[in-house]
């Protein structure tokens, strides 16, 4: 029997980095091995018992932006709305909250808000990908901890939750030849299911979808 983790958020992901997680995908995976980090809020903290696999499942959609944009990068700030975002998330507290929740409503579709153009575009997403892959390649250790290449693509079109964490059989060389599937493209499921299917006819390697959790 082995024991991991398939859907594990870092600061990679928009909202986890909204909240204040500043932890990336190396310590994630040190920490899944037994070792131990300092938390996002200052705590040393270790496993009682290491992982066997991991999936960092982090948001598709503006994968990495929230990094930059809580860092105050200068191309991301030219755009209005990411920097009225920089500067809610700075001032903290409540602000820092609502800014946080406009955030995640605009990405889900809630808001009624247009998403920057800016977080989606391939060449930064691509960036941020390729970096992800090489730090999951660095920490597989076949036959003792597996670092499943994965995502999750948050589709909560008109409230419904249907997201679906993406698994990748194989490993980096495969999982860069295309572009993680987004919200941006589609809110429709079936579309995520076609993006698969053009994935495997494209590298021959076999995905998995799964519901990242159990709501209704």
Known sequence: MLWGDTHLHTSLSLDARAFG??????????????????????????????LDFLVIADHSDAFGAMNEIVKGNPTLMRDP???????????????????????IETFAGISGESVPEILMDRDLVRTIWERYLETAEKYNDPGRFTTVIGYEWTSTEKGNNLHRNVL??????????????????????????????????????RLLALAHNGNP
């Open 81 to 103: 709305k990411c920097r009225q975002w920089h500067d809610g998330l700075a001032q903290g507290g409540n602000t820092a909250l609502m800014t946080t929740m406009e955030i």
């Open 168 to 205: 990748y059989r194989d490993g980096a060389a495969e999982a860069r030849r295309m572009l993680p599937f987004t919200t941006a493209e589609s809110f429709n499921p079936e579309d995520l299911w076609k993006w698969m299917e053009s994935y495997e006819n494209n590298t021959g390697v």
């Open 21 to 50: 997680v500043t932890l990336g995908p190396e310590e994630a995976y040190r920490f899944a091995q037994g070792g131990e980090v300092t938390a996002s809020h200052g705590e040393q903290v270790r496993l009682s018992r290491p």
